[in-house]
């Protein structure tokens, strides 16, 4: 077992617990715990105390997981400084495979940006948010606004988004916390079929499911990309009759929402996780 000095945002009665990674001998395998109640996505650890963090060696990453029968729970804590700004700048992916011979991956792509005052007005009050004048004043004064947005995206490349928090279901959620030298990202995906809940899973408690983890590298071209002409409700995403897809279109409303600057270093890696039934 080895062990680092913890985190001050992370709570105390968190452990770390050093693994293997996966490094050409195999994908390394956690076991999820049962969440007794729903985890905060707020990025901070207080409803993880007492979980045992596995260590990835590439990149310097703890993560551990935690799942109900509605959903699963994931956090990652970057100790990489240049993971964390190639998190942020690209966004996210997380894929999960169930066991099941010839199951298909689906996941999310969970992206973070900074937007206008007016922005971000716009997609709350497009959410159902009902806002005062003097609430827009007081937001339009605060300035710029982090906004957290995700996807759902299959293995192919298709992508559906933003989701929106009128969607059926739970929706996938994230957040993040901490100093630039060791933050902490936290996670929510639905485990409902993605046929049922917009970027669910597909996987139930005791199954096993493989999690890929990719992000860095060159920008989510998917979010940028034309598409075919597709009708609406489709796993594309495709916005019919425009020949863009829903994303490009959301996208094009934000002139700040692609984040400058050169090609991040890529990163990713897999874990097999055996998710927890209830006790």
Known sequence: MTTRAIPRFLAPAVLLLGIVASSGAGVPSIKSQWAAAPIVVDGLAGDW????????AKPEADFAFRNDG??????????DPEASKALLAT????????GRRGAAASGVLF???SVSADAYIGW???QGTVLTEAEKAAL??????ELHLAYAIGATGSVFGPIGRAARGMNPDFAEAGPEAETAFEFRIPLASPQETTGAIGAAPGETLRISFDWGGGQNRELSTPGSRERQGSN????????RTWSQEFLDTFDS?????????KYSFSVDVKLAEPK
Do not use: N
């Open 111 to 113: 992206v973070a940006r």
């Open 124 to 126: 709350e009050v497009g």
């Open 70 to 79: 509605r959903d699963l729970y994931i956090l990652i804590v970057l100790r």
């Open 49 to 56: 105390a007492g979980q045992v963090l596995s260590h990835g």
């Open 236 to 243: 594309s995403g495709y916005l019919s009759g425009t020949g």
């Open 91 to 98: 966004g996210l992916k997380v894929f999960g495979r169930p």
């Open 257 to 265: 929402m692609a984040r400058p600057g050169a090609e991040a270093t």
């Open 140 to 145: 339009r004064k605060e300035g710029r606004r």
